[in-house]
């Protein structure tokens, strides 16, 4: 069921949008109940065109136009410059695990060497370091683990990643015992939404849950940022295939535009009812938006 809701701005301004790194057929079936969130999601706003220039982001799965398979190309939008794509070998690990319980797997470990330290209370690591857990995954330079709290401190390009989540940061507190880790000045990715964003600290807890502190995020490519939310936390679960985002601010190109007390908005391909992506027209009363919303009556 879809119903549309017309909206009339002010001609101060002539907009002008394009699908930022987007896969349209998935916005076409499901987007947030927040219409402003949606708005801001499914385009990006500028004074003039983009230029299409795909910066080197590579570090955060991004992978140029160039680059991709002709099967690649198929799933973005035509004016994207790339998009975010796991590595194969990570995608070959999906496959392996596709019907296996991950929490039911054990852990494994290692590096290129270690030693004990502090009379075998201190494990340190170093070289290639990884904690996987099937499709989980955990990587860093170095690692310290004591024995006696359980906890590890890992440093140097760390990153996690779980089916359709990528996080990198500079420094990582993992507490085994209540199995929550803490990754400081990260950056993450979406791979499914083409999200990506930042946050000074991104909390994992039970596996599936993570939590951002003072963050935000964009579906620009790296290295441009025409809309972005400011968000005092995003919560993402993999599990629902929901985002959570609280006391946010959205911007565009630099400039805060309105405030979101709370919204919601999907990180995979699951439907959500809410408001579908705008259309845009201008006429002499100046520029107007028609806003559909879709009203997802069948959840599965």
Not at 122 to 150: C, H, K, P, Y
């Amino acid at each position: 069921m879809v119903k549309h809701i017309r909206l009339s701005l002010g001609a101060k301004y002539i907009l002008t949008t394009s699908s930022h790194c987007m896969n349209p057929s998935l916005f076409a079936k499901r987007f947030t109940t927040t219409a402003l969130l949606s708005c801001a999601l499914s385009t990006s706003w500028a004074i003039a065109a983009d230029s299409c220039e795909a910066p080197s982001a590579s570090a955060l799965d991004w992978v140029p136009l160039s680059e991709m398979t002709s099967e690649q190309r198929a799933r973005i939008a035509s004016q994207c410059c790339g998009g975010f794509i796991a590595p194969q070998a990570y995608q070959e690990r999906i496959d392996q695990f596709a019907d296996v319980d991950i929490d039911s797997l054990p852990l494994e470990a290692g590096s290129d060497t270690s030693l004990l330290e502090d009379g075998g209370e201190t494990s340190v690591m170093e070289g290639n370091v990884f904690v996987r857990q099937g499709t989980r995954e955990l990587t860093a330079d170095s690692a310290r683990i004591t024995r006696s709290a359980n906890a590890a401190e890992l440093t140097g390009n760390v990153t996690f990643r779980d089916p359709g989540v990528l996080l990198v940061g500079d420094r990582a507190l993992v507490k085994m015992n209540e199995g929550e880790a803490e990754i400081d000045n990260a950056q993450f990715v979406l791979h499914e939404t083409g999200l990506r964003g930042y946050a000074s600290a991104i909390r994992i807890r039970e596996a599936n849950s993570l939590t951002l502190n003072d963050g935000g995020f964009t579906s620009c490519e790296p290295g441009s940022e025409d809309w972005f939310i400011k968000s005092e936390d995003v919560d993402i679960d993999t599990q629902t295939g929901r985002g959570t985002v609280t006391g946010a601010t959205v911007e565009i190109l630099g400039v805060p535009v309105f405030y979101l007390p709370w919204a919601q908005f999907p990180i995979d391909d699951r439907r959500m009812s809410g408001f579908l992506v705008p259309e845009f027209s201008i006429s002499s009363d100046g520029p107007d938006i028609s806003a559909p919303y879709y009203l997802n009556l069948a959840p599965d």
